[in-house]
């Protein structure tokens, strides 16, 4: 889990070579954030200017290797102040299609290096899966060594309390080794669609490669590495439902937040002795909490829409394959199974913690049981998964963390309904309409919320913002593809050049990608704290308040804090091991971006 007590709030700053504004920047005062990545040739191609004084007329983009100016543009300006800046403008180059590597100049400050390119998107997904192996539990390919395998011990639910269930496999959540179904069952699912709308597009833009085997070792097997990712979590999720109406939904609680470990050298002592078994909680539907910390858990649903979405994904991709035929069959079989624990107990499971108040605090279902619903139809064709999905779309609305300012820690996960899209297909036109609708409510309200700040991004800066803003952008993505309504396709540009560097940070939000351009290095992760060793990929929480950086126990910064000019009251972001709250990446959010990159194309 990502919010955590942390007991280690001394460990010393480990700085590997940030790349902070340039002295070129600082000397003439002004500083350009644009999308580091780069550009496919017809996209909206906008950066932004800032800074203390009036900002040049114009703007020039210039040929990296030949320094020669081969586009001239006017400056936009944009009104509202972030940091120490006044002053912000936009420069608008969208019209300059040729490939090729450039810069953007306004007076004498430069740019990061960016590319345009029609295949500018077409690796990411596959560097993204870099960080999803390292998160693996069970065999880790990124340290040669198998970690946590007396997973694990119940607690809650009709067995003995202690009673042994093999939990074996899945992902660690985030820095920290813990097991979510919440999470993983979504990032299973979002995997799996994102293969699904990257091989049936007529215009393949992101490919997805076969490097590795489904061990996350290097060699290909002659499947799709995203479909060996998502089978290594739908494979953990049957050991989570180990007969038809038992569904386990958490392995280990905040007594993991001792400090940093390599996986394999377990140390917490849950009851059976040090590095032992851990906990595994059942899905009971009821408040949980083995001390103080109780949730207000009042159902199963929640979990057993994705879980069924996933599952009846995974049959769909493996349906007749002809060594995993069977296991599909395996697979669609759990998902119904665990779809009917969601029909009798309509409510939320949240996480559990132990000794800490933060905990995956969701309180919407309807919106995974439309998914799962919706996914159970088009793996059966049984109607009565196409009433469900109906009736439950209805229920989830467009009930959305979006226009929000404040929201509880993943109350509207998965952040964006992922069901209307998969319903919309289905439906005749007047459902059509609905569910475009709902669609649009939400995005509509991340526009206005948007017109506050100079950067046009329309989330709040809770936890986890940078989840919210691939939730967003993804929504926008799909909402075009079911409409044609391309009404919102700046706004979205906006989002996700906000989570590759067009930001006041001027830093890219995902580890080591692109790989010249300044992204968070000092990550709340242990491969840098102790193997200093980086991990491409990642996506990080993301900026917040700076009212929560503040409230929360544990977060120690280096000072002088590097990016202090660009922080302000509505956002912070530090690229420190000891933020967990901005710093840390999340095998959840990642995942969503591969859905993201796959929607976008």
Request: hydrophobic letters at 35%; a neutral charge; proline letters at 5%.
């Amino acid at each position: 889990m990502k919010k955590r007590v942390k007991k280690f709030v001394v460990l010393a700053a480990i700085f590997l070579g940030a790349c902070w504004p340039s002295t070129a920047n600082a000397q003439s005062g002004l500083y350009i954030r644009v999308n580091q990545l780069g550009f496919r040739p017809n996209d909206l191609k906008i950066a932004v200017v800032f800074g203390r004084e009036p900002l040049p007329a114009e703007f020039r983009i210039l040929d990296a290797n030949t320094q020669a100016v081969v586009f001239t543009g006017r400056t936009e300006p944009v009104a509202g102040k972030w940091g120490e800046f006044a002053y912000h403008a936009e420069l608008n180059f969208s019209s300059f299609q040729k490939e090729g590597i450039y810069e953007v100049e306004s007076g004498s400050t430069r740019s990061p290096r960016f590319r345009i390119s029609k295949n500018i998107h077409a690796d990411t997904p596959d560097q993204l899966l870099e960080f999803m192996r390292q998160q693996r539990c069970g065999y880790n390919p990124f340290v040669d060594a198998s970690c946590h395998t007396f997973d694990g011990r119940t607690a809650y639910g009709p067995a003995p309390p202690g009673t042994y269930l093999n939990a074996t496999g899945g992902w660690h959540d985030a820095g920290d080794q813990l097991k979510y179904l919440l999470t993983s069952s979504n990032a299973t699912a979002q995997m799996l669609l994102a293969y699904k709308l990257a091989t049936e597009s007529p215009r393949k833009q992101i490919y997805f490669a076969d490097r590795f085997n489904n061990l996350g070792q290097p060699g290909a097997n002659g499947t799709a590495d995203v479909l060996d990712e998502a089978l290594w979590g739908l494979q953990w999720m049957l050991r989570l439902h180990p007969s038809k109406d038992h569904l386990y939904h958490q392995v280990a609680d905040d007594r993991d937040h001792k400090g940093f470990r390599l996986p394999q050298n377990e140390t917490v002592d849950y009851g059976w002795g040090p590095g032992s078994h851990r906990v595994v909680y059942f899905a009971d539907g009821r408040p949980q909490g083995l001390k103080q910390y109780q949730s207000e858990s009042n159902g199963v649903a929640n979990l057993a829409g994705r879980y069924a979405a996933a599952m009846a994904l995974g049959y769909q991709v493996w349906k007749g394959h002809p060594t995993l035929g069977a296991l599909a069959l395996q697979f669609l079989k759990a998902g119904q199974e665990v779809y009917e624990l969601g029909r009798a107990n309509e409510g939320v499971q949240q996480g559990n913690s132990y000794g800490a108040p933060y905990r995956y605090a969701e309180t919407t279902w309807a919106d995974d049981m439309e998914w799962g619903a919706a996914e159970l139809f088009r793996a059966t064709g049984d109607v009565r998964y196409l009433r469900d999905a109906k009736r439950y779309a209805l229920l989830a609305g467009s009930e959305s963390w979006m226009g929000k300012q404040e929201a509880g820690h993943y109350q509207y996960y998965p952040f964006m309904n992922v069901g209307h899209f998969r319903l919309y297909d289905l439906v005749d036109a007047r459902m059509k309409k609905q569910l475009a609708g709902f669609y649009r409510e939400g995005i509509e309200r991340t526009v206005e919320q948007g017109s506050g700040n100079p950067y046009r991004i329309g989330v709040p800066f809770i936890w986890c913002s940078n989840n919210l803003t691939v939730a967003l952008a993804t929504q926008i993505a799909l909402y075009e593809r079911m409409t044609g309504d391309r009404r919102y396709r700046e706004f979205n540009a906006k989002q996700f050049d906000w989570l590759m560097g067009r930001n006041p940070w001027g830093t890219s939000m995902f580890t080591g990608i692109p790989a010249n351009g300044t992204y968070p290095r000092d990550v709340h992760l242990f491969a840098n704290a102790l193997l200093k060793r980086e991990v491409r990929g990642g996506l990080v929480d993301g900026p917040v308040y700076r009212k929560v950086f503040q409230s929360l126990r544990g977060v120690l910064i280096r000072e002088p804090d590097p990016f202090a000019p660009f922080q302000d009251e509505r956002a912070v972001y530090h690229d420190d091991i000891n933020d967990y709250s901005t710093n840390e990446p999340t095998m959840d959010g990642t995942a969503s971006a591969i859905l993201l990159l796959a929607a976008k194309n």
